[in-house]
């Protein structure tokens, strides 16, 4: 099975069914056939071959959507590019990638020069960006026939960057087989049904935004597009076209839920809510239980390299990563061992491990893109090293507690952030907590808590005591130092910027 495959069956099964929904224009799966045959035949005659890289600086847009078909029919490798990245590391994927052609919009066209490549592409402009052609171009000039070539399953059918909040971005190539069951096993976990429909609110540089259009594809459902992400209009699209269920991180579910409007909405046809990209609080858990009331509240716990680790089918009973994916096997090893030291013995139930993944999964990539020493420093011996910590509770559910690179070592003790955060949340003075630690001479690192308040008149003295005071939180573990901030760092995606707050990158209140 390959994606051009999926494509087709699901346009021969239900032709007449909807599959894009957008602001201005929607498409049955026959209507986007014939414009994605169009665009396919068009590439093709520009010479664009199997296995060419086609760069997307693009929204999430219906040209969009059917670049990325047409790039599957043509067994092109579909690379889109986050624009929101720094122009140095939009770079660094541009020379890493080396991309036949180029597709961008009016938003994004500053970053399009010609001494930027070292073979210059074809360049193709979207509502009116200056290119060599434009997209209505190749669409008028397409026909219904091109040359359809043999694409096996293990071909490469996009390559997607990581975010690069650590250092340059990495190239992650996804074979058409990585993402055909990266998708089956979606629908498999959140218990999607044929005809539903999604929001395609997260942009398609992201791995959720191709996981909810390709879930939905292989189902005959639709995608309703959201060029941009705004709450108001994200609940109201729900409304409108009676959206089944949804796929976004916690950051776009706290937007929606707490809106002003967000209870004046209809949202009854939702039955599944999933997320993933980082952990949701307690509390907005409760706030998407009482807006959304699904069915099904899905936490995944993954990565753009391996889909899905683990997932839990119901947020709001357990609590935790939950078990493995359907296609994975995962194991927990010394937090200060490698994956290649797998003779080690494994954690025991509720000791704190590294949590590695199996490289033989179905779902799992096969190294980063010209980059053999990132591959190295991440696989050994069949095994992915995530980076995260985490143990099996009672259930066999596993919990993750943070990046091993953020656990704190103060006096020779290991401390997990986790932990600290999950008590101080309980103040009621407290809206937003992260805990780092910061280099101290004596102790190695401190505890140092980063506080976005609720409550105005919160004192450190209060947090002070209330730490002293919980029976949950042993001395060793309770914060050195408390800094009050207007708000926590994230990436676009609501993934926390730990290294900001130890860098000294935050404005203090």
């Given at each position: 099975?390959?994606?051009?495959?999926?494509?087709?069956?699901?346009?021969?099964?239900?032709?007449?069914?909807?599959?894009?929904?957008?602001?201005?224009?929607?498409?049955?799966?026959?209507?986007?056939?014939?414009?994605?045959?169009?665009?396919?035949?068009?590439?093709?005659?520009?010479?664009?071959?199997?296995?060419?890289?086609?760069?997307?600086?693009?929204?999430?847009?219906?040209?969009?959507?059917?670049?990325?078909?047409?790039?599957?029919?043509?067994?092109?490798?579909?690379?889109?590019?986050?624009?929101?990245?720094?122009?140095?590391?939009?770079?660094?994927?541009?020379?890493?990638?080396?991309?036949?052609?180029?597709?961008?919009?009016?938003?994004?066209?500053?970053?399009?020069?010609?001494?930027?490549?070292?073979?210059?592409?074809?360049?193709?402009?979207?509502?009116?960006?200056?290119?060599?052609?434009?997209?209505?171009?190749?669409?008028?000039q397409g026909t219904s026939s091109y040359s359809r070539p043999d694409i096996s399953y293990e071909d490469i059918a996009m390559i997607l960057y990581t975010s690069g909040t650590t250092g340059v971005p990495k190239g992650v190539p996804r074979t058409h087989i990585n993402e055909y069951t990266s998708s089956l096993a979606h629908i498999i976990q959140c218990r999607y049904k044929t005809f539903d429909r999604t929001l395609l609110a997260v942009p398609m540089y992201h791995v959720i935004g191709i996981r909810s259009l390709l879930a939905v594809s292989l189902l005959s459902g639709s995608a309703v597009l959201m060029t941009e992400f705004d709450p108001k209009d994200s609940l109201q699209a729900i409304e409108e076209e009676k959206v089944t269920c949804l796929f976004l991180t916690p950051t776009y579910y706290h937007d929606m839920v707490y809106h002003p409007d967000a209870s004046q909405h209809d949202l009854s046809n939702l039955h599944t809510i999933a997320y993933s990209g980082s952990p949701m609080s307690d509390e907005l858990v409760r706030k998407c239980d009482e807006i959304f009331s699904p069915q099904r509240f899905v936490n995944h716990y993954g990565s753009t390299e391996i889909y899905t680790f683990t997932y839990c089918e119901d947020i709001r009973l357990k609590g935790s990563g939950g078990k493995p994916g359907i296609h994975q096997n995962i194991r927990l090893i010394s937090p200060n061992s490698r994956p290649d030291s797998m003779s080690e013995a494994e954690m025991k139930e509720g000791e704190v491990g590294q949590i590695v993944i199996n490289m033989n999964s179905v779902e799992a990539f096969k190294g980063y893109w010209n980059r053999p020493d990132a591959t190295r420093d991440a696989i050994s011996s069949d095994w992915y090293y995530t980076g995260d910590l985490g143990y099996f509770n009672k259930e066999g559910n596993l919990v993750v507690v943070g990046r091993a690179d953020d656990m704190i070592i103060s006096g020779g003790e290991n401390i997990y952030p986790f932990h600290i955060e999950n008590v101080l949340k309980e103040h009621p003075g407290i809206r937003e907590v992260i805990v780092v630690g910061e280099a101290d001479k004596r102790w190695g690192q401190i505890v140092a808590a980063f506080i976005v308040p609720e409550d105005p008149s919160l004192k450190v003295q209060d947090l002070d005591q209330f730490c002293k005071k919980h029976p949950q939180l042993s001395n060793v573990n309770r914060p050195r130092k408390y800094t009050f901030v207007s708000e926590i760092p994230k990436s676009k995606t609501g993934k926390i910027l730990r290294r900001k707050l130890r860098e000294g990158f935050y404005e203090q209140i």
């Open positions: 099975m390959n994606l051009s495959m999926l494509f087709d069956i699901s346009v021969h099964r239900h032709a007449s069914k909807p599959a894009l929904i957008g602001s201005k224009k929607s498409y049955t799966y026959k209507e986007l056939e014939e414009e994605v045959n169009r665009m396919a035949s068009s590439l093709q005659k520009l010479g664009i071959k199997k296995q060419d890289r086609l760069m997307v600086i693009l929204k999430n847009n219906i040209e969009n959507v059917i670049i990325f078909w047409a790039c599957q029919k043509l067994g092109i490798i579909y690379t889109p590019v986050n624009f929101r990245l720094s122009i140095d590391d939009f770079y660094f994927c541009v020379k890493d990638i080396e991309p036949k052609v180029v597709v961008y919009e009016p938003f994004s066209e500053h970053l399009v020069k010609k001494e930027v490549f070292a073979e210059r592409p074809i360049l193709i402009g979207v509502n009116g960006a200056k290119a060599d052609i434009s997209y209505e171009e190749l669409i008028d």
